[in-house]
């Protein structure tokens, strides 16, 4: 397909435009009626859907702009060149809007840059904002060579194109901090984080989740975008991405199931509880199954059966994120007798801001050379 | 297009270089761990507690003025309650508008006091004061700050931006927050540190008829509680009332004790101590909660963060100087 045949409206981004367009006026709600009147948070439930997937999830499902910006800028992987820009720029829509959604978040949005002044290096959630700013930052950077090249700026291209590895670097050194920080967040509560998740190897647990999920992140947009824009994906590139899938998820299982064995014991995990129960879930769809499915040959060798394993870690490791966030908590502050459950307004707020990055990548591939498709 | 190892050096200092040396300069390091030199608290008593809620009342009233933990300009009414007017209903549980909150647990009928068989005692939730603060720890802007010398932890709400870490690290569940407010704050005990300049303490205090809470230094308290449990069950004990130095006394014959002084280790020790008839975590204490200092295990990762960078930066750089010759030997 050229760049030109790909069509603005289809019915698929009429429907996001709608979900945005909506989802738009219930942040301009959020910011002048507070988070009382928008979201079901309550004093014993002070994070929820937005901290969770937006952010935790959508920081996470970013990572493959480091990982893959890394792979090619760093260990100089040239195989990997074709698929970097798309995985860099799906990583600068993650993490803006991971950004806009703890903008969202916070009681005072228009404080948002209150951090950026007032240091507090005791606290995971400085460090966290410091991060997000730098690598927000950084992900423009990487990207900007898209732009130049659309507006004919060929000095402004050679030089950012130039210093690629360099800021390549400083982009996989705060991502490997910022993902793990993520993780890091949760060690102050071992009060109320249910064992099954706590573990002083979090920031360690989140990194590699973060690395296994970038692997299928990026393999699963090299399908998709190769159906949707029709050409053909590159075989070879899946099949290292594969590979790469098999040895994580194999680390990272065994990382968990060492945690689980010297922690509370494989008695926690069958105790029949709903905690218990989603972390079986999490673990079966995220780690065990893809793992195993990938051990096989004939499944990771198949576009078909890559794509499935690429779905399965997706939506695991986004669990992951969920119930570290929310469900890990569960049995400390349902013992203090109050529940939550996302509003309507969180859950449209959070399918816009995915509806918001499926456009803008789209109008990138349109309008910019992100998939190097024929002019 | 491809770099040089100088410029490579060279911009990846720039652009790490400033973020580096702001890291390995923490300000104030790690959280204090000893008890502030001048800390002032509160001991809570539940056999002597009555369950009046003076406490609650009156945290209300003196607090909702300015310099107060509950005040918010122009909105004095907000509150529940006004100086001039009684009010008819009482707080359940800590809320933005409720600092301090007594509660009962009980079992069976319900008429022994300070027992667990068909028994009932009650609980007086504020905040601890953490020796070591949780909450202001992860404060990422430093609203939330113990004084170094007496020891609160204050609140400041034109730093604060709303981000509720406070309320996930608490172990206790103390943060509360304004969600019904377009322009909120986080709520909490504040022990009363805008009263101390007149000459005044903690108001739960000054308005407890028996002498359940008492204001003073710490390691008053301290010695207070720990020679009440060396007390003869049923002697007579002249119990001080509202500080405890105050030469006012309750004379009462002595309760049974739980032998144990909650907040003298829990989570590092606190500056609010309990002592009580029945065990703490029927009382609703999480059981969860140890003697570690929490912000210590975050400041195990942080403390981590300068060497990680110099690392990834190193190891990176050489592994990008390394592999681009290995291609270019390839292509010759």
Known sequence: MKQKDIKLFTPLTIVLLIIAAAGSVAMLYRVFFGLGASTNLN?????????????????????????????????????????????????????????????????????????????????????????????????????????????????????????????????????????????????????????????????????????????????????????????????????????????????????????????PGIGLAFNGSLTSNMYLIEMIIGVILPFLLLTMKNVRTQLNGILCVNIFVIMGTVLNRFNVGIISMAEHNTRIGVDYFPSWMEFLVTMAMVAFAILGFKLCVKYLNVLKLEH | ?????????????????????????????????????????????????????????????????????????????????????????????????????????????????????NGYSFIKQHCLHCISPACASVCPVGALKKDPVKGFVTYDKDKCFGCRYCMVACPFNIPRFEYERAIPQIRKCQLCYHRYAEGKYSACCEFCPTGASIFGKVVDLRKEAQKRLTLKQGDDYDFPVRTVDSKEKSRRPVSKY???????????????????????????????????????????????????????????????????????DKEE
């Not at chain 2, 989570?267 to 204490?285: D, H, I, K, N, R």
């Open chain 1, 43 to 263: 004093d014993t439930w002070p994070w929820g859907l937005w901290i969770t997937f937006d952010v935790l999830g959508g920081v996470a499902l970013a990572a493959g702009g480091f990982v893959i910006g890394g792979t090619v800028y760093l260990l100089n992987w040239k195989k990997y060149e074709p698929i970097v820009r798309p995985a860099i720029l799906n990583a600068f829509f993650g993490y803006a809007l991971a950004a806009t959604s703890i903008t969202l978040d916070i009681g005072k949005p228009w404080a948002i840059w209150h951090p950026l002044v007032m240091w507090q290096v005791n606290s995971i959630m400085f460090i966290v904002a410091i991060h997000v700013v730098l690598y927000t930052t950084t992900l423009a950077t990487e990207s900007s060579p898209l732009v130049f090249e659309k507006l004919g700026m060929t000095k402004a291209f050679h030089f950012v194109e130039k210093i690629m590895p360099a800021i390549a670097l400083f982009g996989v050194m705060l991502s490997l901090l910022h993902q793990s920080s993520l993780g890091a967040v949760f060690l102050i509560a071992p009060v109320k984080v249910s064992p099954l998740w706590y573990s002083s190897l979090l920031p360690y647990l989140f990194l590699v989740s973060a690395v296994m999920l970038a692997l299928s992140m990026v393999s699963f947009e090299t399908i998709v975008s190769s159906r949707v824009f029709k050409h053909n994906p590159p075989m070879e590139v899946l099949l290292g991405l594969a590979r790469g899938s098999l040895i994580v998820s194999g680390f990272y299982l065994a990382l968990k199931l060492w945690i689980l064995f010297t922690g």
């Open chain 2, 1 to 117: 297009m491809s770099m040089n190892r100088r410029d490579f050096l060279k911009t990846a200092a720039a652009g790490s270089g400033a973020l580096l040396a702001s890291t390995v300069t923490p300000a104030r390091a790690a959280m204090p761990k000893e008890l502030p030199p001048e800390a002032v608290g509160i001991l809570y008593d539940a056999t002597l507690c009555i369950g009046c809620k003076s406490c609650v009342v009156n945290c209300k009233i003196y607090n909702n003025v300015p310099g107060g933990a509950l005040y918010l300009q122009g909105r004095t009414d907000a509150y529940d309650v006004k100086p001039s007017e009684p009010f008819w209903d009482s707080a359940n549980d800590l809320s933005s508008k409720t600092l301090n909150v007594i509660k009962v647990s009980k079992t069976g009928t319900a008429v022994n006091k300070d027992s667990m068989e």
């Open chain 2, 258 to 328: 739980i032998n144990h002084v909650y907040g003298l280790n829990e989570a590092g020790g606190t500056q609010y101590l309990f002592l009580a008839g029945v065990p703490f975590e029927w009382l609703g204490f999480n059981k969860n909660i140890t003697d570690t200092f929490l912000p210590d295990l975050t400041w195990a990762y942080i403390a981590k963060i300068p060497a990680l960078i110099a690392g990834i930066l190193i190891a990176g750089s050489a592994t990008w100087a390394v592999t681009r010759k290995r291609n270019k």
